[in-house]
């Protein structure tokens, strides 16, 4: 059950530092992915069983789909896998533009589901080495999970209480506290979603819906906060839905998200994890693997059948709902 926000007393709004609007800094629909990101093609550095293929590959072989209010990128479903080879085919893509602080809306029709599948789209710093400047996973899950994973992984000196309010007035649950890449084998900090249906099959089947992350650098402000909604929840926001063409995100405020209500996840970033130190610019990331550290190591546990890498190898067919469909990336920044 989600509450609104508690009224602020008026002096902590007088108290706070300068207010911003959100403008449209960029929007991303169809064909719009095809010139403003890059398809990268390296070894995936989380050891999944898969090949990340190069743009024109993708397109000539329909791995990737643009048309005007659609975006598409998929595992292949057609071919079995050479075990020798590096892995089923599929795609992963990064902005070339990155953002500081911003409002972030995803309207995703579809995510890829289903055993071995590890999909995510999240942020990262291009600082280096990482983590430095941070990462923040905004969807992430594996194999049969129907609730989505939000984490940040950082540099040390980065950690988050366990608990709710006031801290961290939020739906969602604790997995781990402690931010540091370097500590608990990189598990990062993480919230999962209390929300039904914010991953997985159960979200697909409702048409998919709508995340939304706010990140700041006030000490005050919200820090890294995220949202989902399910497509037909009366509570999507109008302006999350159904985005103002002014490209003024929302009327003005300190912060355009203050009447939404609870977050599925917040991430303060003030005493135990300043946002100087941590954060810096961040590029966006879209991508798909197969079991690797992750989906491979929670992979019987998940209830998937047999082994993981086999399973990728020689069933081209099980991956077939394993697609993102993307209708809209739209990201907000400030001006103060
Ligand atoms: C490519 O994928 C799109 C989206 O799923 C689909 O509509 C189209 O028919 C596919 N094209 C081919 C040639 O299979
Ligand atoms: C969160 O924790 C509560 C209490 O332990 C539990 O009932 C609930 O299922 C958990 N929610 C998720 C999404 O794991």
């Not at 789209?121 to 994973?149: C, K, M, R, T």
């Not at 939304?212 to 839905?241: H, Q």
């Amino acid at each position: 059950m989600r509450t609104r926000y508690p009224l602020l007393p008026l002096a902590a709004l007088l108290m706070r530092p300068a207010s911003a609007n959100f403008f449209l800094a960029d929007s991303y629909v169809g064909h719009d992915f095809l010139q403003s990101w890059t398809w990268e093609t390296f070894d995936d550095p989380t050891h999944g069983r898969v090949n990340y293929l190069d743009q024109a590959t993708a397109l000539a072989s329909n791995l990737t789909f643009a048309s005007d209010d659609k975006f598409i990128m998929r595992a292949d479903s057609q071919n079995t896998v050479d075990p020798n080879g590096r892995g089923r085919g599929s795609v992963r893509i990064k902005s070339n533009k990155a953002y500081d602080e911003a409002v972030v809306v995803l309207d995703l029709q579809h995510m890829p589901e289903g055993c071995a599948t590890w999909p995510a789209f999240w942020s990262l710093s291009q600082a280096g080495p990482w983590p430095h400047g941070g990462e923040i996973d905004i969807i992430e899950g594996v194999n049969l999970n129907n609730a989505n994973l939000a984490s940040l992984h950082t540099t040390p000196g980065c950690t988050m209480s366990s608990a709710g309010p006031p801290d961290r007035f939020m739906s969602g649950n604790v997995t781990a506290t402690d931010c540091d890449a370097s500590v608990n084998f990189n598990q990062g900090c993480g919230v999962q979603f209390g929300s039904p249906a914010s991953y997985g099959s159960p979200f697909n089947a409702g048409g998919g819906g709508f995340f939304v992350m706010v990140r700041s650098r006030d000490a005050s402000g919200p820090g890294v906060r995220i949202w989902f909604w399910s497509r037909d929840d009366p509570r999507v926001p109008l302006e999350v839905r159904a985005p103002p063409p002014t490209g003024l995100f929302a009327p003005a405020s300190l912060y355009p998200t203050a009447w939404w209500g609870e977050p599925d996840a917040v991430f303060p970033l003030s005493d135990n994890c300043d946002y100087a130190s941590h954060f810096d610019p961040h590029i966006f990331v879209f991508d798909l693997t197969f079991c690797g550290d992750w989906a491979g190591t929670a992979y019987s546990a998940s209830g998937c059948p047999g082994d993981c890498n086999d399973y990728v190898n020689n069933n081209p067919q099980a991956f077939q709902s394993a697609y993102w469909e993307v209708n809209s990336l739209r990201i907000y920044s400030p001006r103060y």
